[in-house]
């Protein structure tokens, strides 16, 4: 959990590119080539298990999942065959039912739920804000490295945004390192994989099965913590390699294309804190259907994403979750029978929200007004970090 390496300091990664090619080519030749682990932890910090975030907690990580693009209630919890892993993470969890929006359009509206603020405050289109967000607060106050707080975007430019502010106490080297859809195993690297030769993907071989392969090749005894971490690596390019990722195609593949990225991120790097920023959803505007597409198929992606959690040992009873979209959409269907958002109904300014971990209360609901911008304050409350500048408040009914 310090910073192990230069990327941690100066300039917030920003993974540029080229920057994750080299980290993601010097792991996997680990993976793919059996070369010694060294390599590896000197470009990311290994994945061994973290402490809890506090020491009277049991979350060591949190994935924040925001459902950009604007997704009513009525299509979530109101519809919950549409959303049934959704629905299964409220009853373990607490379900917030009024959760009051930020009405600054797409792009301020989740800027706000990073910020805990929901005012227009210098908001441009395509530029950081002049506020800290929850990556900086956490990074900071813990002295995370930028490999632990990671921001996965379902694309666009616009998107990098939310990985940090200009605020001059915060800022860019306290960033979410960013990730979009097209993930770390872009073209250019697979070219790379061709030229050492291209790993033979699992395909349909069980994971117990390598795990007991593996297992006999040792002699029966137990794995290294760093063999198992190469084990995760590896999983991790070939899932990748295979295709699963980069070949996700139609309405919502974007979004399906960041949860993905999220999950992989978590099994194999463990970081502290995954920020996933959806956006399929919008396609409402001009197609209802198209629209609830998105939002089934991304329940079904948080689900994938939960089961790995649940199937992790390390991760199961350490990790939280929180789910919200950044507004809802109009009470009714314009003329193309899709769905805009700017009419001021309750259906555009409410929405639902789900938080669920170790540390969380089970099976409730909280029916009373909160906000959306009260989730950057109380995830920081979980990293025992203070969102100094949010206006939010801590969700206090969540702890149990
Ligand atoms: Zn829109």
Redesign the pocket.
Same mark, same amino acid.
């Given at each position: 959990m310090k910073a192990p390496d230069s990327n941690s300091r100066g300039r917030a990664l920003p993974l540029s590119r080229r920057n994750l090619l080299r980290a993601g080519a010097a792991g996997s030749m680990i993976g793919l080539l059996g070369a010694d682990g060294r390599a590896l932890a000197s470009g990311f910090e290994p994945f061994g298990a973290r402490s809890p975030l506090r020491p009277d907690g049991k979350t060591k990580h949190v994935v924040l999942i925001i459902m950009s693009? !604007?997704v009513r209630s009525r299509e979530t919890f109101g519809s919950p065959e549409q959303i049934p892993n959704l629905v299964k993470l409220a009853d373990e969890g607490v379900l917030f039912t009024r959760l009051r929006t930020a009405n600054l !359009? *797409?792009f301020g509206a989740s800027m706000s739920i990073v910020t805990g603020i929901s005012e227009a405050r210098g908001i441009r289109d395509n530029a950081p804000g002049p506020d800290p967000t929850i990556f900086e607060y956490v990074r900071k106050d813990l002295g995370l490295s930028a490999q632990e707080v990671w921001v996965a975007t379902a694309g666009g430019a616009q998107q990098v945004n939310y990985a940090h502010g200009m605020h001059p106490e915060y800022g860019a080297r306290y960033g979410a390192t960013t990730l979009d859809g097209d993930g770390v195993f872009n073209e250019e690297f697979k070219a790379l994989v061709k030229r050492f030769g291209a790993p033979r993907p699992l395909g349909e071989v069980p994971a117990e099965k390598v795990a007991g392969l593996r297992k006999a090749l040792r002699g029966g005894k137990p794995a290294t913590a760093e063999a198992e971490s190469r084990a995760r690596v590896e999983r991790y390019i070939l899932d990748e390699l295979g295709g699963s990722t980069s070949e996700l195609r139609g309405a919502g593949a974007g979004d399906a294309k960041a949860l993905r990225l999220a999950r992989n991120l978590l099994s194999v790097f463990r970081p502290r804190l995954i920020g996933v920023v959806l956006q399929d959803a $919008?396609i409402?505007?001009g197609s209802f259907n198209g629209y609830t597409e998105v939002v089934r198929r991304n329940d079904a992606a948080i689900g994938e994403l939960v089961a790995a959690i649940r199937g992790d040992a390390e991760l199961r009873d350490s990790t939280a979750v929180f789910v919200l979209p950044e507004f809802g959409?109009d009470s009714d269907l314009n003329t193309r029978r899709g769905l $805009? *958002?700017g009419d001021g109904s309750d259906d555009l300014r409410f929405v639902h929200g789900v938080a669920w971990g170790p540390d969380f209360r089970r099976n409730v609901v909280i029916k009373d007004d909160r906000q959306t911008i009260d989730f950057t304050p109380t995830i920081a409350q979980v990293f025992g970090a203070k969102a100094r500048l949010a206006k939010g408040n801590v969700l206090r009914e969540i702890f149990a």
């Open positions: 693009g !604007g !359009g *797409h $919008d409402a505007h959409r $805009d *958002h």
